[in-house]
């Protein structure tokens, strides 16, 4: 089976900064896309960013400029460099993972609260 373990989630004034990393261990194989998902109180989970192993890259309109995601492949790890936070942006977020055979695999979640 496929583990996805976060880490870096907390407590933050707005404006600051927090980056969130998510590593894959395990029966891996290919993986096609990872990215990041949110969900706050009363809302549906909601795409923040994703990178695709061919290098594409696509983010939410809400953290456009803000956030940043990247990868390194040697450690099969996933980063989301959150700047300029915002209220808005407290949730828990989600690190999500398919591989080439359409296997999907979600993180534990990680909670991130920007105070105002």
């Known amino acids: 089976q496929v583990q996805l373990m976060e880490s870096g989630g907390g407590l933050v004034q707005a404006g600051g900064s927090l980056r969130l990393s998510c590593a894959a261990s395990?029966?891996?194989?290919?993986?096609?896309?990872m990215g990041w998902y949110r969900q706050s109180s009363g809302n549906q989970r909601e795409l923040v960013a994703v990178?695709?192993?061919?290098?594409?890259?696509n983010y939410a309109d809400s953290v456009k400029g803000r956030f940043t995601i990247s990868r390194d492949n040697a450690k099969d790890t996933v980063y989301l460099q959150m700047n300029s936070l915002k209220p808005e942006d407290t949730a828990v977020y989600y690190c999500?993972?398919?591989?080439?055979?359409?296997?999907?695999?979600w993180g534990q979640g990680s909670q991130v609260t920007v105070s105002s």
């Open positions: 999500n993972a398919v591989l080439r055979t359409a296997s999907a695999f």
């Open positions: 395990g029966s891996i194989g290919s993986i096609n896309i």
């Open positions: 990178i695709t192993d061919w290098g594409i890259i």
